[in-house]
């Protein structure tokens, strides 16, 4: 269907360059207006205070299916409230991209002496007083189409709003007039202005000379505007000087002519037509007429009707007013009650049936007739559908109107089908004692072929009537909801047994409290049933007639309850429903005393993230501002949460992070300021965080939401691009160079041995994506030590303190290794059999680096984990002699090292000691043929220990500990190649350790091979 009208406004837009080529293309396209004719006829409205002409609380259908279980809450404004009748139209000329396929709607109120306008999706389009001339209106009425010519619910322009006046009299002002006005909005001025204002002249009613005018529907007739209005007089006078006179006061009907159509106020009032006027004694403004439109252009209209209370307004006893309305008798007398009806033609008025006296058993029935349609069966068994009246007859309980309240049925000629004597054997529904009725016609039983329980539910034919004893202006205690139908078709009564319904009879009835307040198809299911919407206080339900053939329906629960809503601490005022987006699926607009909210299916994906976008910046640093834009096709929440969704550089979701959980969104479009703090990087440790915002409703987020482009947010980032070395020497040049991004500046300090002592190197400002500097290891004070056993644990840091936007940031390159600058040194070859050591360095070299300072000569004797200063040497003398004592172990560590521990060398010299261990064999062994013999001696008593490890240093076997071993003697010691833990070892290298409790210590490696 949404095609086909996008087509069909296509083809009207470029109507003037289609080319009819075939008969094809002019059936397709006939088909298409056609289909478009169809939906417009679709579009739900609430133009009039009961929501259609005829006053039925129903609503046409829509063309789109929903499940009426799943609504929910779509919007709610507080600019409507309290106990106002909104009315819903075509007001404004828009549309809703992308939803709309009939013309969206505008909901109206007067709250005060104000006028609102809201659009279909939420929005605020006006807000506006009235001017202080017209502050006399009481509320809406009705809306129409000014340029519509026939009584119906099309509309394909844009609506006009008539407004009811109370009665009114200043009397500064001498002119005795009553006036009301009708309103449109003037989208260029963007104001509500008033187009007409209706006028009638009472001086011919004085002293009643203050009335109501209430219009209750406008059409162009012969190119002028009419508009049909009720008149009303609260407590009208007689006056006592003039006893004959005809029309002492006026509650009535007229109509009001354009008689300048170029006209717009405060240009020439619309005045009415006075030979139109029809006059009653009784009150008739109480409700909307009711109008239903006929053959040849005629249109039936129905009042209700009060009479005066004589009893306390004694003057006007038997008062009679009568007067001729073409050609017909139109007399009420002020002691009557009268079913009162007529019909309209484009130039004036037909008589319909005189007022009718009705009787009742009651004091000062409230008299409010409907017309319906409804339909029977004809003599030969066929169906036949007619219009027909429903007369609620209704008491009030206060100032005299007390009574049993029912409910009759007429022709449209005012002839009566129900009786209270039975002489038609059709006897009217009847009530409870002193209560408004609700009443509202609609298909509730839906198709007959899946709908029917024959012969006591056959599925009654068209609509049928439903009825709630309590009412918006009153509840009723017990009150019940009821399902009538008009047929004279023999249908049996279940209970009891071998009886037959009345034609004007209960399909059924339920206990449910509340007031009836509309009925519409709102799902446009298969069954084609309407939904039945009640109020009961706060609560607002939907209920639906279950099959007759169900189990429920036949134990006495015959309607479902698709759908409750409770407005806690709240009452409802007001429904209505329409089709406010132009979707095809309706909604429930409930006004309560605090806000006006809007009920049906939500329509996913009307929030639109506007920004960031790939026209806009997507990169961001830490502390910048991002601004996130985002509009509403519809105002579907008035709270929106924005979050942000993070990514990994693969680009998976990481998480979502919950940036506000309460931002406003009731506007057309909106933007919102955020800061790119360090909520983004919560819980990562990246300099680079890539992700995208998301707007969600805070209610079901998964239907009204959308999210940005891709961004990515960067701390201050400084990546070195150079290669460091993990070793440094003193006086070592190095070349630093970092990519560098979101940063203003740089400080670049450096600490030794991870101590917090910094040094300033330099300070650099970012004027590109890259910095360099050059660095040279200084000789660092209180660092070097010539007795270090490790130099290795000697670390120089950097340190880069980055900053932006007011925040800084630290990276740091830590744990270069820094060692003394190597001193060139040499051993001077042996010329003879003296074993002493001859050390050799270049005196100009050190000089150079420490002219005042001496050779520190060193040696370890346990591979450099401790070291013993043998002597020094001024560093000018170029050499050193060291006549190596005979406890000396066979491996030592040979150290030079300058006093201030920045320049230095350790030589590892070997063979220096006699050897203890004699044999190893066999070597390589085999632990599965022969074992491993180890022949060795001492020279001297002591303590032995023997030790195997393994490549990494792990002991695998001890064979002896501290075992007393004598001089001249060979001792031999044994292994099978097991492990201390009784395994056997894998194939590889291994060591034998030595240890003589001398201090002198061997090696030797040991191969195992299986």
């Not at 790939?614 to 579907?636: A, G, P, R, V």
């Not at 979701?653 to 969104?665: A, G, H, K, M, Q």
Request: hydrophobic share 35%.
């Amino acid at each position: 269907m949404q095609f086909f009208n996008k087509v069909l406004r296509k083809l009207i837009k470029n109507q003037n360059n289609i080319i009819f080529c075939n008969i094809r293309t002019f059936i397709l396209i006939s088909i298409i207006i056609l289909l478009q004719f169809d939906n417009l006829r679709g579009q739900q409205t609430w133009h009039f205070i009961d929501g259609n002409l005829s006053g039925s609380k129903r609503t046409t259908s829509g063309f789109e299916l929903q499940q009426v279980p799943s609504f929910t809450v779509k919007w709610q404004t507080p600019y409507i409230k309290g106990d106002v009748t909104p009315l819903i139209g075509n007001i404004v000329q828009n549309s809703i991209d992308g939803i709309s396929v009939t013309e969206p709607l505008e909901i109206c109120a007067l709250m005060g002496d104000e006028i609102v306008l809201l659009s279909g999706t939420g929005k605020l389009i006006k807000k506006q007083k009235l001017p202080e001339y017209a502050r006399h209106i009481r509320s809406f009425t009705a809306l129409f189409d000014s340029n519509h010519t026939a009584f119906d619910g099309i509309v394909r322009n844009t609506c006009l709003i008539a407004s009811e006046s109370m009665e009114y009299h200043n009397p500064e002002i001498k002119e005795n007039l009553a006036h009301s006005y009708i309103f449109a909005y003037d989208s260029e001025y963007d104001s509500i202005k008033i187009v007409r204002r209706l006028t009638i002249d009472l001086k011919d009613y004085g002293p009643n000379i203050s009335a109501s005018i209430k219009p209750f529907y406008g059409r162009r007739v012969n190119g002028k505007l009419m508009v049909y209005a009720i008149v009303d007089m609260m407590k009208p006078l007689l006056d006592p000087n003039r006893p004959n006179k005809r029309y002492p006061f006026f509650r009535g009907y007229t109509q009001f002519y354009d008689n300048v159509p170029a006209s717009f106020f405060p240009m020439p009032d619309m005045g009415d037509s006075a030979k139109y006027r029809i006059h009653f004694t009784g009150d008739v403004g109480l409700y909307q007429p009711s109008v239903i439109p006929i053959a040849n252009n005629l249109t039936s209209v129905l009042l209700p009707y009060q009479q005066i209370d004589t009893l306390t307004r004694k003057s006007l006893k038997n008062f009679i007013i009568r007067e001729n309305i073409a050609g017909a008798d139109y007399q009420t007398n002020a002691d009557s009650t009268y079913l009162a009806g007529f019909n309209i033609t484009n130039d004036g008025i037909i008589g319909n049936f005189s007022p009718r006296v009705f009787n009742t058993n009651g004091k000062r029935p409230i008299i409010r007739p409907i017309y319906a349609k409804l339909s029977n069966y004809n003599q030969s068994g066929g169906i036949i559908t007619n219009n027909y009246v429903i007369v609620s007859e209704q008491y009030s309980g206060i100032e005299g109107s007390t009574g049993t309240s029912k409910l009759h049925l007429y022709t449209t000629g005012g002839a009566p089908l129900t009786s209270t004597n039975l002489s038609l054997n059709i006897p009217p529904f009847v009530g409870g004692e002193n209560h408004y009725w609700s009443v509202a016609v609609g298909d509730v039983d839906g198709l007959r072929s899946s709908n029917h329980w024959a012969p006591y539910y056959p599925n009654n034919p068209g609509n049928e009537i439903i009825v709630t004893q309590s009412s918006k202006e009153a509840t009723y205690p017990g009150s019940k909801l009821f399902v009538l139908k008009y047929n004279n078709g023999d249908i049996k009564k279940p209970i009891p047994p071998y009886n037959n319904l009345y034609q004007f009879d209960t399909i059924c009835t339920s206990r449910v409290n509340g007031w009836l307040a509309a009925v519409a198809d709102l799902d446009l299911a298969d069954d084609k049933k309407d939904e039945i919407v009640l109020v009961d206080g706060s609560k607002l339900m939907i209920l639906q007639l279950r099959d007759y053939n169900s189990i429920d329906f036949r134990t006495g629960y015959p309607f479902d309850t698709l759908y409750v809503k409770d407005f806690s601490k709240q009452t409802i005022s007001n429904v209505a429903i329409s089709d406010l987006e132009g979707d095809g699926k309706p909604e429930i607009i409930v006004t309560t005393h605090d806000s006006t909210y809007i009920i049906g299916s939500k329509i996913p994906n009307t929030l639109i993230v506007d920004a960031p976008n790939i026209n806009t910046n997507t990169s961001y640093c830490l502390n910048d501002t991002i601004e996130i834009k985002w509009h509403n096709k519809i105002l579907n929440q008035e709270r929106v949460a924005i979050k942000f969704e993070r990514y990994d550089a693969s680009g998976n979701i990481i998480d979502v992070i919950d940036l506000d959980t309460n931002v406003f969104n009731y506007n057309d479009s909106l933007n919102y300021k955020i800061l790119a703090d360090r909520r983004f990087f919560q819980g990562i440790n990246e300099k680079n965080i890539v992700g995208k915002f998301i707007v969600s409703g805070l209610d079901e987020s998964e239907s009204l939401s959308d999210t940005s482009q891709f961004i990515n947010i960067n701390k201050p980032n400084l990546r070195i691009s150079s290669v460091i070395p993990s070793e440094l020497s003193v006086s070592d040049e190095i070349n630093i160079i970092a990519d560098v991004e979101c940063i203003e500046k740089v400080e670049i300090n450096f600490s030794a041995n991870n101590s917090n002592d910094w040094h300033k190197i330099t300070t650099i400002p970012v004027e590109k994506d890259n910095i360099s500097f050059t660095f040279t290891v200084p000789c660092l004070e209180n660092v070097f030590d010539c007795n270090d056993n490790n130099p290795n644990t000697n670390t120089i840091n950097f340190q880069f303190v980055t900053y932006v936007n007011g925040v800084n940031d630290t990276s740091y390159i830590n744990n270069i290794i820094i060692k003394p600058k190597k001193i060139n040194l040499a051993i001077e070859p042996k010329q003879s059999a003296n074993p002493s050591l001859v050390v050799i360095w270049n005196p100009n070299e050190l000089l150079s680096l420490n002219s005042n300072g001496k050779v520190n000569i060193l040696v370890s004797r346990n591979s450099g984990y401790s070291f013993d200063k043998i002597s020094e040497s001024n560093i000018s003398s170029g050499r050193f002699v060291w006549e190596i004592p005979c406890d000396i172990p066979n491996t030592i560590l040979l150290r030079l090292c300058v006093d201030n521990g920045c320049y230095s060398l350790d030589t590892l010299i070997t063979d220096v000691a006699a050897k203890y261990v004699n044999i190893i064999a066999p070597n390589p062994f085999n632990p599965n043929i022969d074992n491993m013999e180890f022949v060795y001696q001492v020279p001297e008593d002591m303590l032995v220990t023997i030790n195997i490890y393994d490549q990494s240093n792990r002991l695998v076997r001890n064979l002896i500990k501290e075992v007393p071993k004598k001089s001249c003697t060979i001792y031999t010691e044994t292994w099978d190649g097991l492990m201390n833990n009784g395994n056997m070892a894998s194939n590889g290298l291994y060591y034998l350790i030595t240890e003589f409790s001398n201090g002198n210590r061997e090696i030797y490696q040991l191969f195992l091979a299986k």
